[in-house]
């Protein structure tokens, strides 16, 4: 038991890297295709989840990276966009310990680019498609029979797909209504409320590049707050949501975090211009 725990462990962290690797690399393409072309890789995803042997093909370590590439060139080529088959061939070229990998990665970067979307509306954006999946959510959890509706294999896909879309509300944005009708359509054998959440975590994967955690050794005052929120706009490019936290002990007098990027006293350079930019 031990040892099957191990390997379970080792394969999602495995998987973990893989991923965070390929949205790294395709981050601007994802930006750029938004829900458009969430779709496009929604699309392929279902193509893989149709063919086993693509999906073997596409995680057999045995292959190399160019004879994978083909394969998607050969299949997606002629009819993907060159954002799409991009996306399509990072994944296609990591490594993955399973051959459903592929498609569970390729679920979360179409789930990326939907919500990047909405991240062009800054952090104001990413909450409201944030709200949008949670508040879908509640709305099934309260009732049995909408539960049933969305999960009945016997009711037409568009038949489930129009009920999704009245409970999500003819305001929902375009990503929103895109997440909420796959986890419905094709939840890929897990309840739809649980598809919904996984994509909120995308959403709220997200947001966390919009937040600044700001820990400081003495409190600020408004002027010192709005010198730090200008520094930081400064330094990432973006206006940020400001959390501050006061804490005698921090390193250097301030530590900031955004997301995974961490400034604090061993970034001296970056931490000191904030300072500088704070003491006006």
């Known amino acids: 038991a031990r040892k099957r725990s191990t390997t379970r462990c080792a394969r999602a962290s495995s998987f973990r890297d893989s991923l965070t690797a390929s949205l790294q690399a395709v981050g601007p393409v994802l930006d750029e295709g938004g829900v458009a072309l969430a779709r496009e890789l929604f699309s392929a995803l279902d193509v893989v989840d149709e063919q086993g042997a693509l999906r073997r093909a ?14 998607v060139d050969s299949l997606f080529g002629t009819r993907a966009t060159p954002g799409a088959l991009q996306v399509l061939k990072d994944l296609a070229g990591r490594r993955w310990s399973a051959e459903r990998d592929f498609g569970d990665a ?9 919500a990047a979307e909405s991240a062009r509306g800054g952090h104001d954006g990413l909450s409201a498609l944030s709200g ?13 029979e909408v539960q049933r509706a969305l999960t009945d294999r016997q009711a037409p896909v568009e038949a489930r797909a129009a009920l999704a879309r009245r409970l999500l509300g003819s305001t929902a944005s375009p990503a929103g209504q895109l997440l909420v009708e796959r986890a419905v359509t094709v939840p890929r054998g897990v309840k739809p409320s649980v598809a919904v959440r996984a994509h909120a975590d995308v959403v ?20 010192q707050q709005e010198r730090l929120a200008d520094g930081l706009r ?28 961490v400034i604090d006293a061993s970034v001296a350079s970056r931490l000191n211009d904030l300072q500088r930019r704070m003491a006006g």
Request: net charge negative.
């Open 58 to 71: 596409l995680t057999d370590p045995a292959w190399s990276t160019e004879r994978r590439h083909g394969l």
């Open 106 to 114: 390729l679920e979360t970067v179409a789930a990326h680019a939907a």
């Open 132 to 144: 949008e999946l949670l508040a879908f959510n509640r709305l099934t959890e309260e009732s049995h």
């Open 204 to 223: 709220a994967e997200r947001q966390r590049q919009w937040i600044a955690e700001v820990t400081v050794a003495r409190p600020l005052g408004q002027v």
């Open 234 to 261: 400064r330094t990432f490019g973006r206006d940020l949501v400001v959390d501050v936290t006061v804490d005698p002990a921090v390193v250097g007098g301030i530590r900031v975090q955004v997301g995974d990027d």
